[in-house]
Structures are given as structure tokens and as C-alpha cells.
T-cell receptor, first 113, second 115 residues
């Protein structure tokens, strides 16, 4: 089945710096790749997603890139702020219908001011 | 997110007891999911259901059971066969069981502790 690897497990940056989190997946049939943000004690929330027919997607300070040939995708956060501090999870769809997501183990991002 | 609820927020169970976690959604979503979250392990899929009266095992289904008798409800039973049940359990739902509508909305979670 699908396997998703996420790196790094922890990331510390200074306010204003950029942060990059990378994920690889194993199933070439995967076609949907969301990123979730989970603040301490709260539920995960979708921040951005990308489908296999595009290579990059941006939403203000966050962007996601996808390389289907290499089977990896990345989350880029620019001009980081303290409120970006959270755990970030990548995920990939486990089958053609894209119904069940397989998540990476998460990256704890700390932004210090 | 306000349309998906889980209860209780905290649950304590003695070893050897079964316990059922509730998940309800009023979003008219077809698909529902159960995940287990442990520190450093991310979210691991237990079961998911694409439609009423149908459900599929995820990666860690052993020791768990589910039912989907109504579209709005997807309860999870943690049985005594689950060897290490202490964890944070998250329920989620998505609009359609197709690739195009796969954004999953999560409930607030239930923290289960086995005493």
C-alpha cells in the first residue's frame, strides 16, 4: 500500500525566514496531496492541497510543489510568523478514487521572534 | 469544521472493557474516517466508509470495529483485543468518495486512556 515519508520531523526558524517541508510517497497511482496544520490541542485543518495534474499551487505565503516523476511534494512557507508554529502533516491518496488518505508522521515547526 | 462532532472529549477505560467513541456530522458528507494519533506517529487510518452500510479497513484496523447505519454517524468501538488503545482518536468526513472532493474535515477528537 501507500507509504508517505515526511522530513524533517522538527524545524526551527527565525521569524521572517522561509520553511520547507518535504514528503515522498510510494504509490504512483496517488493523485491528491493535501497539507494539514494542527495547532496544539486543536484538530488538523487543511491549508493547501494539490492534484496530480498541476506542478505548483500558491496561496499567499504558502505554496506546494509536486514532482510526480520523483514522487515527492513539498510545502513552502515564506515570511514565517510565530502563528505558523504548529505540526504540519502531508498526505497522499491511497487509491485511484482518492478516498483514503495516508499521512506522513508530521513536522513540528517552531518560529521564534 | 463545526459540523463534525465527537464525544466524549476524554474517556477512561479499564483494561478488558470495550468502549465506543461517537462521531456525528451534519455536513451531508458521504465519506467518513477514523484515525488514531500517537506522538511522533502522525495520523494512522483505522477504518473508513464511503457510503452507508459499507466500510473498509485501514492500516491499523485490528482490535477496532465500526458501523455505518446512518449517513451522519460513524461510531468506533475499541475492543479489548486492541493491545495499546491509549491514544487520541480523530474522526473526519469528506463530501464525496471520489478524487475531486477529498478535502477531509476533522472533528475535535477523543482522548482515550486505558487505566
Amino acid at each position: 500500500g501507500e507509504n508517505v515519508e515526511q522530513h524533517p520531523s522538527t524545524l526551527s526558524v527565525q521569524e521572517g525566514d522561509s520553511a520547507v517541508i518535504k514528503c515522498t510517497y510510494s504509490d504512483s497511482a496517488s493523485n491528491y496531496f493535501p497539507w494539514y496544520k494542527q495547532e496544539l490541542g486543536k484538530r488538523p485543518q487543511l491549508i493547501i492541497d494539490i492534484r496530480s495534474n498541476v506542478g505548483e499551487k500558491k496561496d499567499q505565503r504558502i505554496a506546494v510543489t509536486l514532482n510526480k516523476t520523483a514522487k515527492h511534494f513539498s510545502l513552502h512557507i515564506t515570511e514565517t510568523q510565530p502563528e505558523d508554529s504548529a505540526v504540519y502533516f502531508c498526505a497522499a491518496s491511497a487509491n485511484q478514487a482518492g478516498t483514503a488518505l495516508i499521512f506522513g508522521k508530521g513536522t513540528t515547526l517552531s518560529v521564534s521572534s | 469544521d463545526g459540523g463534525i462532532t465527537q464525544s466524549p472529549k476524554y474517556l477512561f477505560r479499564k483494561e478488558g472493557q470495550n468502549v465506543t467513541l461517537s462521531c456525528e456530522q451534519n455536513l451531508n458528507h458521504d465519506a467518513m474516517y477514523w484515525y488514531r494519533q500517537d506522538p511522533g506517529q502522525g495520523l494512522r487510518l483505522i477504518y473508513y466508509s464511503q457510503i452507508v452500510n459499507d466500510f473498509q479497513k485501514g492500516d491499523i484496523a485490528e482490535g477496532y470495529s465500526v458501523s455505518r447505519e446512518k449517513k451522519e454517524s460513524f461510531p468506533l468501538t475499541v475492543t479489548s483485543a486492541q493491545k495499546n488503545p491509549t491514544a487520541f482518536y480523530l474522526c473526519a468526513s469528506s463530501m464525496r468518495a471520489t478524487a475531486f472532493y477529498n478535502e477531509q474535515f476533522f472533528g475535535p477528537g477523543t482522548r482515550l486512556t486505558v487505566l
